[in-house]
């Protein structure tokens, strides 16, 4: 107790009227995106070499008799009488690679067009007007990583010059093997990590976002469902089939209220909410957050016409637990029934005393 005789207990849910100001409230928090989080909607640029990259260097002359002219020269595929290819190199952790007359060269960072244009400059003088080809056969440090239980198959994949965007990649990695509405993709970039539902990169653009250069992308199963209980024709998990869902909408996926045995005042969400989205809605409220969560229960009142406006527009999260409440007269006929249960024997054997009573 404190010193004006409340109470100090904290209570262990916050209790909300489902109003224009509480749904303005809601209508603001931010929610999952790619496009949002990571905010760069250009195309990669054209890959660069990286450590761990397996190069091909062909080196022609414009006439025989130069460095790379011998067939003896170099343990070589021949690519023609004035060239060599020298066998295919890993770029070392020093960035560079081995090019015979030209030493250690410097590629980490750089385009293979200007690789070429390194190495003609280091063999002019040495070799013969020498031109260079090189090729990156395997680019493992422009590549993408996509896995996960809703994917086909998982596997490290290549960056096109072109561009790749997220379905792109979904796509060359064979596609979902679940419907679309159960999963969600994470992707992980440069230390930061966003979840969004796959539903919602298909249907919108923005959220197709351009890969980059050691992107992690995990599909994994979430459907998004909610919970019914209570005076409603069905009961149970109900899935969204859809990126949003109304409270209207949610109500109707169950069959509504049911007649005769719901009390439409009382219409409840439970949800476990942020705690900066219940301070601006209750800036005084002592209720404690859960796992960094805070239990709220948002209320309305369906029969205030203005309710059936407010419905249309309270959207329901992922995982929310839907309540609708009994009406009075409902509780009234569980008591009587339960009554009704005590007294029966008893009826029936004051009725068996009064017909023996009779035959006597």
Known sequence: MDPTGQSTIAQPYEVIDIDPSTI????????SSFATRFGDHRPSTEPLIGVGDMLTVTIWEASSGGLFSSPASLERVSAGANSASIPEQVVGRD???TVPYAGRVRVAGRTPRAVQEIVEHALAGKAIQPQVLVIDNKPISATITIGGEGVTTSQRLPLSVKGDRLLDV??????VRMPVNTISVVLQRNGI?????????????????FMRPGDVVTLVQDPQTYF??????QNGEVPFGTDHLTLA???????GLADYRSDARGVFVFRLERPSVLHEMRPDSTVAARDGRIPVVYRLDLSNPNSLFLEQ?????????????????????????IFNGLIAPLS???????????IK
């Open 95 to 97: 960035g560079a690679i």
């Open 228 to 233: 019914m209980y209570g005076a409603t024709i």
């Open 313 to 337: 527009r309270f959207q329901i999260a992922p995982h929310d637990l839907l309540y609708v409440s009994n009406a009075p007269t409902v509780e009234f006929q569980k008591a009587a029934d």
């Open 249 to 255: 909408q949610a109500l109707v996926k169950v069959g």
């Open 24 to 31: 303005d409230t809601l209508s603001r928090i931010p929610r």
């Open 170 to 175: 979904i796509a060359e990695a064979g596609g």
């Open 348 to 358: 029936q054997s004051a009725y068996a005393a009064s017909a023996a009573t009779t």
């Open 193 to 209: 990590t966003e979840r969004v539902p796959l539903q919602r990169v298909t249907a919108n653009s923005r959220e197709n976002i």
